[in-house]
């Protein structure tokens, strides 16, 4: 649901369900909201093979548009990977990280209904041993209703990596 200005109320109005689900239950569910977070720590060890996330996907419905960010708490000693599966349309992203330094790095992922992204730790500068944060931001459209799923694994089968606790989903459903 898009946006309503909210409406004036006037002294001795009568309030109907009408006007309280346009101006206050629609409103809000037209302003960004979490929409899953992880409860707990995930580990991949010594895996290159993509995996769904116990923790962030949500619902899709036919021919919704969806603004979504990621922003994952990633512990690793290898680069990363990820992926989205979805029941169809198109999805864009990029993805954005801060070094230790204060080195910002972006990088366009793709345009593709089959989406799959290599986060690599020397171009996004993570740092091994350390929990590093990653914004993913992008748009999705759907053309079937089903569920987005975020997938993740290592690029190089070595070490381990760790999608930690609080790392979180939040979205606006645009349309």
């Not at 290159?48 to 708490?73: I, K």
Request: hydrophobic share 40%.
């Amino acid at each position: 649901m898009a946006w309503t200005t909210p409406k004036t109320w006037s002294a001795g109005e009568t309030l109907t369900a009408a006007n309280f689900n346009t101006h206050i239950r629609d409103n809000l569910n037209a302003t960004w909201r979490l929409i899953a977070r992880k409860t707990a720590d995930e580990t991949v060890s010594s895996s290159t093979t993509l995996q769904n996330d116990d923790h962030l996907f949500f619902t899709v419905a036919a021919s919704e548009v969806w603004s979504l960010q990621y922003r994952l708490l990633i512990d690793t000693f290898d680069d990363f990977k990820c992926a989205w599966t979805h029941p169809g349309g198109t999805v864009e992203m990029r993805v954005i990280s801060e070094s230790a330094g204060g080195t910002v790095t972006q990088d366009s992922l793709y345009t593709t209904s089959s989406p799959t992204a290599t986060i690599s730790r020397d171009k996004f500068d993570l740092a091994g041993g350390s929990v590093n944060i990653l914004v993913i931001d992008g748009i999705y459209i759907s053309t079937g209703s089903g569920t987005f799923q975020f997938q993740w694994a290592q690029l190089d089968a070595s070490g381990s990596t760790v999608l930690k606790t609080n790392s979180h989903l939040m979205g606006m459903k645009l349309a």
